[in-house]
């Protein structure tokens, strides 16, 4: 067990809808990453927060979100679904900025009917 | 820019035997860390070893070893005596100082044989 919890494991929805992914840190980490893993992209980086702020943002889409809370509880919101989100998301957690390893939720499959 | 390249999409190797699973990387900064990652058909992504790019020997974890060879960018896992839960999707990932994210290789598919 990795101490990061992502909720909910599945979410099927259809498209044009919006979902909400939550990710709870592990204890005493300030940094959450997300990537978004598909079979043809691999694992891509969308975004990171450290301490409720805004670090990096990689290759997230204009219609997906995130914010980091003042309980470093984390959400990725996922509007106007397309057949092509459908991926497995994940939600890491680390000490630092620095070389400290990634620690990764279960992560959340969504699919896109 | 950073790049990891995994060139075995996949191995199959009998139960007992060591594997090594190739990754090399590209990057022009002197600091980085070098992490692999096991993704079992359950699909959780489990922290295996971390390798940081001034250390000065190679960093093991049991049953896991890192072969690092920094003059050829090169990071390969080792994996002794290999087990039936050995099976799963490995992903070799480096991180370069200052930089936030982490960046994957497309993964090796490792099937142990009884």
């Known amino acids: 067990d990795s101490g990061v919890t992502q909720t909910p494991k599945h979410l099927i929805t259809a498209t044009g809808q919006r979902v909400t992914l939550r990710c709870s840190p592990r204890?005493?980490?300030?940094?959450v990453y997300w990537y978004q893993q598909s079979l043809d992209q691999g694992l891509q980086f969308l975004i990171q927060?450290?301490?409720?702020?805004?670090?990096a943002k990689g290759n997230i889409l204009e219609r997906f979100s995130a914010q980091q809370f003042p309980d470093l509880h984390s959400e990725l919101n996922l509007s106007s679904l397309e057949l092509g989100d459908s991926a497995l998301y994940f939600c890491a957690s680390s000490v630092t900025d620095g070389n400290s390893p990634l620690h990764f939720g279960n992560g959340t499959r969504l699919t896109v009917t | 820019a950073q790049k990891i390249t995994q060139t075995q999409p996949g191995m199959f190797v009998q139960e007992k035997e060591a594997v090594t699973l190739d990754c090399t990387y590209d990057?022009?900064?002197?600091?980085?860390?070098l992490f692999w990652y096991k993704q079992p058909s359950s699909g959780e992504m489990i922290f295996l070893i971390y390798q940081g790019s001034y250390d000065q020997q190679n960093a093991t974890e049991g049953r896991y070893s890192l072969n690092f060879q920094k003059a050829r960018k090169s990071a390969n896992l080792v994996i002794s005596a290999s087990q039936l839960g050995d099976s799963a999707m490995y992903f070799c990932?480096?991180?370069?100082?200052?930089?936030?994210?982490?960046?994957f290789g497309q993964g090796t598919r490792l099937t142990i044989n009884p």
């Open positions: 927060y450290y301490n409720g702020e805004e670090r």
């Open positions: 204890s005493g980490d300030l940094s």
């Open positions: 990057t022009s900064d002197p600091s980085y860390g």
């Open positions: 990932a480096m991180r370069v100082q200052g930089a936030q994210k982490l960046v």
